[in-house]
């Protein structure tokens, strides 16, 4: 047993869970195939220990994705996750256990506090995150920028800013309408040549459609990594005929939540990629079981994030690098906000993710009775299903 088991065996007791809301306006709206955000309502979870250690966690509102307002968030964080955790004592994973079975659904809210849970794990250990979850913190990943759903000549500004900041792979929102998508990508190639892509249809084609417009874009030969959840999530069916009729990777997102829609995923050979977000699986444990049945599946995962806060999107920055399965990431939401608060976690130094160092996820805490203050931040590029 090494030394992250041995500790992970060690009995927590949580002696107070809180929870407090906040609003950060983003610098332009973010735009997607289903829906449309100008600024980001979130809810911090607290975890204090009995040793004094406090760990926080965060859940964005995402009603269209996850079903979760800030009010319903609020609701399962004072409500059954309070209940479930506070004076309880157990290892870690029976605490996260705990958190899993508080209640049904919920996904974002569990997430804030799974996080909350290892944060306050790891400094109470005095070690980062990542090293007690397997992976190396000197290590990072090539992040990417997203562009979102616009008109072709705002999209190809916005990617010509984007990559003479330093980004050299931009994610490309398209899904409304296959001949309109096709003339937004001609955009953007034409803005931002050199850089690398990733498309994501947010579920916005049918299979024919899908099918028709990605070989289209192998036939021009352009500069595309992989192509994102093109079809609806519930239609395994008609992922996998994408899948099998395309040359390049096709990634589910919207489609994987739980374990056991990775596995059904891998049985139906319906996809190439998974990407795996906190706020679907619940938190770090969910997240990490499904990048273990990738692995097992000789399969690569992405860690991407909805249009979530920094302390969210910090989370899985040690979970990405943690995990040997994970080799890719979509986690710039910060880069959208106008606050770059709490202080901490991690650097993008060019187009590199890197993380801070530090215990637990190396973040400053969060306060309770501020409301992060926009800061003189440079526009988006110059360095969620969202």
């Known amino acids: ?57 965060s859940a964005a509102e995402t009603v269209a994705v996850t079903g979760e307002s800030a009010e319903t968030i609020t609701a399962a964080l004072a409500g059954p996750l309070r209940s479930a955790l506070e004076g309880a004592t157990g290892t870690l994973g029976e605490l996260t256990r705990r958190i899993g079975a508080a209640l049904e659904g919920a996904s974002s809210a569990r997430a804030a506090a ?31 920028m997203t562009i979102s759903l616009e008109d072709p000549d705002v999209m ?14 931009l994610k490309i929102k398209l899904g409304h309408d296959i001949a309109e998508d096709r003339r937004r990508l001609a955009a953007v190639v034409e803005a931002a040549p050199e850089a690398r892509l990733r498309l994501d249809a947010n579920q916005g084609w049918s299979p024919e459609q899908a099918i028709e417009i990605i070989t289209g874009f192998e036939r021009d030969g352009l500069p595309i990594d992989l192509v994102e959840q093109p079809v609806a999530a519930r239609n395994i069916e008609g992922l996998a005929r994408v899948a099998a009729a395309v040359e390049l990777p096709i990634m589910a997102d919207e489609a994987v939540w739980t374990t056991e829609d990775a596995r059904r ?109 926009p800061d003189a931040a440079p526009p988006i590029g110059d360095g969620g299903d969202r």
């Open 1 to 57: 047993m090494t030394g992250e088991d041995l500790r992970a065996q060690e009995s927590l007791t949580v002696t107070a869970v809180r929870h407090h809301r906040h609003r950060a306006p983003l610098l332009r709206p973010f735009v997607t195939a289903a829906r449309r955000t100008e600024a980001v309502e979130y809810v911090v979870a607290e975890i204090e220990l009995h040793r004094g250690a406090i760990g926080q966690g």
């Open 114 to 144: 799974d996080v909350a849970l290892h944060d306050a794990w790891a400094k109470s250990v005095g070690t980062p995150l990542v090293e007690l979850l397997g992976g190396r913190l000197e290590d990072g990943l090539m992040n990417d």
């Open 265 to 373: 995923l891998v049985d139906a050979d319906a996809c190439d990629l998974l990407n795996i977000k906190l706020a679907k699986t619940g938190g770090l444990r969910g997240a990490l079981e499904i990048a273990d049945i990738a692995r097992e599946a000789g399969m690569e995962c992405m860690v991407g994030a909805m249009m979530e806060p920094r302390i969210s999107i910090t989370a899985a920055a040690h979970l990405a690098i943690a995990h040997p399965a994970i080799t890719m990431i979509d986690l710039d939401p910060p880069a959208w906000f106008t606050s770059a608060a709490p202080r901490g976690g991690f650097v993008q130094d060019g187009a590199w993710l890197r993380l801070c160092g530090g215990p637990g996820l190396g973040l400053e805490l969060l306060p309770a009775d501020v409301d992060p203050a």
């Open 156 to 169: 190809a500004e916005h990617a010509r800013t984007a990559v003479a900041g330093g980004e050299q792979i």
